[in-house]
Nanobody, 123 residues
Framework: QVQLVESGGGLVQAGGSLRLSCTAT????????MGWFRQAPGKEREFVGY????????YYADSVKGRFTISRDNAKNTVYLQMNNLKPEDTAVYYC????????????????WGQGTQVTVSS
């Protein structure tokens, strides 16, 4: 069983930065791929990015590529989402998720989810 707890959300002006953290309770955290998703009001939850267990490769949605960076610290069982040059359209509840094995862009392939953290970007 894996439990995920996100933190770091808040209110920021357009062009600003935030870093989200997701801490997992898992015996073998390094065996999991960690994904980030977001859900804006009235919209479906969408893929943001994921990082492989090896911490070498990360994959991003086109909408955040070049602005967001995912990293992980297996020793701390924590994955990070560094968000730079934020835009009002980035406003959403951000979720981290975990799945055993390689990363995926599909929500349905993640078995474990955090409670979400709100990110609001003002114009």
């Amino acid at each position: 069983q894996v439990q995920l707890v996100e933190s770091g959300g808040g209110l920021v002006q357009a062009g600003g930065s935030l870093r989200l953290s997701c801490t997992a309770t898992a015996r073998t955290f390094s065996d999991y791929a960690m994904g980030w998703f977001r859900q804006a009001p009235g919209k479906e939850r969408e893929f943001v990015g994921y990082i492989r267990w090896s911490n070498i490769n990360a994959y991003y949605a086109d909408s955040v590529k070049g602005r967001f960076t995912i990293s992980r610290d297996n020793a701390k069982n924590t994955v990070y989402l560094q968000m730079n040059n934020l835009k009002p359209e980035d406003t959403a509840v951000y979720y981290c998720a975990a799945r055993a094995g390689p990363g995926s862009t599909l929500l349905s392939e993640y078995a474990y989810w955090g409670q979400g953290t709100q990110v609001t970007v003002s114009s």
